[in-house]
């Protein structure tokens, strides 16, 4: 075996051997180039390629065009045998890339909006095309989980901690919802004040990288002079649905997830008025949902799948 020859053979990439087949199938190089959408100079530099690794003239020119030599007319079946097997792994990958290859999509979502975005990717028409989806509250082993594998993506605040991981800013939420029991004495005056509502117990359902540490409310409070009876903390949905239901308690919650909870008979939940919202938010920056995973080639999911589970997070935090 020549290993000098061999080498050069290597270092031949598919298109000069797709530029080959063509020219030894049509005759032309000009044919080359329209077929494959590119300009007649890289077809020359490419057919310059082919002769110096093969040292052979290849094609040869004739008044009905090029005609192979010898040696290109022994080529022509492996080369197109090369070619197809080419195809065969590029129709793969893009088979790959249109579909799921785990049964299961696994997503880590923090507690603020998993509710409705459980409805989302739960209607039918979008369960056709994802298939079925579990979703896992966030917390803090969710990127380990991720880079691990064992989770797929996470719908958070903040970008990823762990370098191995992605992460891009989905959007930033422009309006918040407030939570409590239906005969709550905060909806007795009609208009939502958040001095007025310092004066009731506040429960945080806490999102991992946004108010885990000060929620915004507790800032106001501190910076208004205000000392409100009793801050309390949760990490899951159903505790905070029972604090506001046993402790006479009041939340804020996203915009999104209040259309699941305001249909409970014994939850009210109102938009919080604007000019309340901006002296709740002040000089805050808006919490930026992001979408964490790991790099391209090892996720399980396709990018139609994930565009479908950007645009359902996309629509809810616009609400």
Not at 85 to 114: D, F, H, M, W
Not at 159 to 176: D, K, N, R, Y
Not at 266 to 282: C, N
Request: some cysteine; glycine content about 6%; charged content about 25%.
């Amino acid at each position: 075996m020549d290993i000098k020859a061999l080498k050069k053979i290597s270092e031949l990439d598919v298109f000069s051997l797709l530029v080959f087949k063509i020219i030894y199938e049509t005759g032309f190089a000009n044919l080359a180039a329209k077929e494959l959408g590119v300009s007649a100079p890289k077809i020359s530099r490419c057919l310059t390629a082919l002769r110096l690794t093969f040292d052979d003239e290849l094609f040869y020119r004739r008044q009905q065009g090029l005609k192979p030599t010898a040696l290109a007319e022994h080529l022509y079946q492996p080369i197109c045998e090369f070619c197809e097997s080419a195809s065969n792994i590029e129709r793969i990958v893009c088979a790959g890339n249109k579909t799921n290859s785990s049964k299961v999509l696994n997503i880590a979502v923090t507690p603020i909006i998993i509710n409705s975005l459980a409805l989302s990717l739960g209607r039918e028409e979008v369960m056709d095309k994802l298939g079925k989806v579990r979703l896992h509250l966030w917390n803090e082993y969710s990127e380990e989980k991720i880079h691990q594998g064992d989770i797929d993506l996470g719908i958070n605040f903040g970008g990823a901690c762990v370098t191995e991981l992605e992460s891009q800013v989905i959007g930033i939420s422009t309006s918040t919802s407030i939570a409590a029991r239906r005969n709550h004495p905060i909806w007795n005056s009609g208009y939502i004040d958040l001095e007025e509502i310092s004066n009731y117990p506040f429960l945080i359902l806490e999102g991992k990288g946004f108010n885990d540490k000060l929620d915004p409310f507790e800032i106001y409070c501190r910076q208004s002079g205000i000392e409100p009876p009793s801050i309390s903390r949760v990490t899951s949905v159903s505790e905070w649905f029972c604090h506001l239901l046993t402790m006479r308690s009041f939340s804020f919650m996203s915009t999104a997830e209040s259309k699941v909870l305001g249909s409970l008979d014994d939850i009210r939940v109102e938009k919080l008025p604007a000019f309340e919202r901006q002296k709740l938010v002040g000089k805050c920056l808006s919490p930026e949902y992001n979408i964490i995973e790991r790099s391209s080639p090892y996720r399980r999911y396709c990018e139609n799948s994930r565009e479908i589970i950007l645009d359902s997070v996309k629509y809810l935090i616009s609400l």
